[in-house]
């Protein structure tokens, strides 16, 4: 067999959009096939998402991600430097070829365990792929995350920003009390997009390995992809050049995702300034993370900021108690909207099924 069609195989046995795209243009049996593949794809997002509210987080010894974790933090102490270098040339390339190593494990890892899905039923299939995409989505842990940063505020000023370490790597000694709600509805808005929007997007596209590359991605930049110090002692590494190349991924990888996010909080708030929210995402250091924290700002009414950094829309005022409530009913709203769209897909495609069995 040669590459193209091998490639093609493997596209089309894990990729929903192949799925939906050979639906359209298939004739004979076959569409009721691809049909039947789209709803286990629509019954895994339910599967997933009800997981996450019933259970939250599976257990650390289980979790991928923090496999994945464990993972670059091995090769991580290999590739960065204990010192500053003047020339990075072959630190970033080593970064580079690490990263697209275990990347390439991790999806081969995925693709393996999708093609070893029961083909039929397809209900058992789509269950199944809903178990394995749990842990590559987070919104239980991320939501209440957030609402526990406002319920140590309530407490006190050092609760809160003692909690809100939690979320952010900043230093929060310094932060007040509105600037502390700022960095919690900063995070919810941009782990929306990264804990669910982008995974199921990539799972749209490319099924389970899709989804696990792209979570694999999004902690590897976390934990390579900062330039400078991280780590202490003798984990302690150079950061400026190893991560670069992870850093960039993972701004390619969430380009089309924080833009969808954006206009999901948009359309939920009741529309917001396009000109006005493209001006609050062109000033963050990230391509994409002002986005959806620049719509969710223009939502609430509210400025979110990081000190000497950047400004988000900057006429509105200071964050109070109850916005990081809105904040995140307005988040759920988008989750539940993901519920919602894979429902309708269940319901029509199984209609679609329906009639072409009956009616011929």
């Known amino acids: 067999m040669t590459a193209i069609p091998l490639i093609e195989l493997l596209t089309t046995a894990v990729s929903p959009l192949a799925w939906l795209w050979k639906l359209c243009t298939a004739s004979g049996g076959a569409p009721q096939l691809w049909a039947q593949d789209l709803m286990g794809a629509a019954l895994a997002v339910l599967v997933a998402l009800a997981l996450d509210r019933l259970w939250g987080e599976p257990p650390v010894w289980l979790h991928p991600v923090v496999w994945m974790g464990r993972l670059l933090g091995a090769t991580g102490r290999w590739i960065a430097p204990r010192a500053p270098v003047s020339r990075g040339g072959m630190r970033f390339a080593a970064g580079m070829l690490a990263w697209c190593a275990q990347a390439a494990l991790v999806g081969l890892i995925y693709a393996v365990l999708q093609l070893l899905l029961p083909p039929q039923p397809w209900w058992l299939a789509g269950a199944l792929a809903g ?49 502390v709600r700022e960095s919690a509805i900063e995070t919810l808005a941009e782990n929306l997009n990264d804990s669910v929007i982008a995974p199921l997007f990539w799972f749209l596209v490319a099924g389970l390995p899709g989804a696990a590359i792209y979570r694999f991605a999004n902690t590897a930049d976390a934990m390579w992809g900062y330039p400078g110090w991280r780590g202490t002692g003798a984990q302690r590494r150079h950061w400026q050049w190893a991560g670069k190349w992870a850093a960039r991924a993972d701004d390619v990888l969430n380009w089309i995702p924080a833009r969808i996010t954006a206009a999901w909080l948009a359309l939920l708030a009741g529309g917001v300034s396009w000109a006005g929210l493209r001006r609050d995402a062109a000033v963050t250091p990230s391509p994409n993370g002002g986005w959806p924290m620049g719509c969710m700002a223009q939502a609430l009414g509210v400025h979110l900021s990081k000190p000497g950094v950047y400004q988000l829309n900057p006429a509105g005022r200071a964050p109070q108690a109850d916005d990081v409530q809105r904040a995140v009913a307005l988040a759920s709203r988008v989750v539940t909207l993901q519920v919602g769209m894979a429902l309708a897909a269940l319901a029509c495609l199984g209609l679609w099924l329906w009639r072409a069995a009956f009616h011929g």
């Open 131 to 179: 178990v394995l995409l749990k842990p590559l989505l987070s919104w239980r842990m991320l939501k209440d995350e957030v609402l526990a940063v406002e319920a140590a505020l309530q407490q006190s000023l050092p609760a809160g920003r003692e909690r809100l370490t939690w979320l952010v790597s900043r230093d929060t000694a310094q932060l007040d009390a509105a600037t």
